[in-house]
């Protein structure tokens, strides 16, 4: 019962005020194809290549000393071998303990500054918003289908050029 009262004084507010401008934005494409999106997403995919080839040298030392150890392993002492296997397992952990917290690191920066990405896009909505005298701003995942006019983005991606295009690492 709510929502029908509540769709009915919807529908007569826009009925009462036809020209209520109602756009919408694709945040996504903007935090991908802005100056400052761009710059974060290499940022990332840099340090996201650089960490794979210290991860994969790593990994290959560790195979190797696996493939060391176990054709080593009729030759020793079984205390011996059972001594190596152990710092050989420690090592392993360690190497997915590093690795666990270099992704968690990288995904933990990229999160804060699409954060600061974000926070600085608000006002530039906001403020686009109130000078072409619109009602609703809706995000694009959310609408099946509209008027290409309709869509803010790419003068949104401008302004938002025009005010940040680096950030601070």
Known sequence: MKKKI???ILLNLISFNSKAEIVYIDINFILNSSE???YLNNYIEKINNEDSLKYKKIETELIQKEKTLISQQNILDKNEFENKLKIL?????????DRKTSVDEL??????KTKEILS???PIITEYVETN??????PKKNIVVGRKNLDITNPIIKLLNNSIT????
């Open 166 to 169: 680096k950030l601070e690492f």
């Open 120 to 122: 600085a896009l608000n």
């Open 36 to 38: 400052v999106g761009k």
């Open 6 to 8: 509540i769709i009915f």
């Open 133 to 138: 005298s619109i009602s609703i701003v809706i």
């Open 107 to 112: 995904n933990n920066i990229k999160i804060n």
């Open 89 to 97: 397992t420690s090592e392993v952990q360690k190497y997915r303990s």
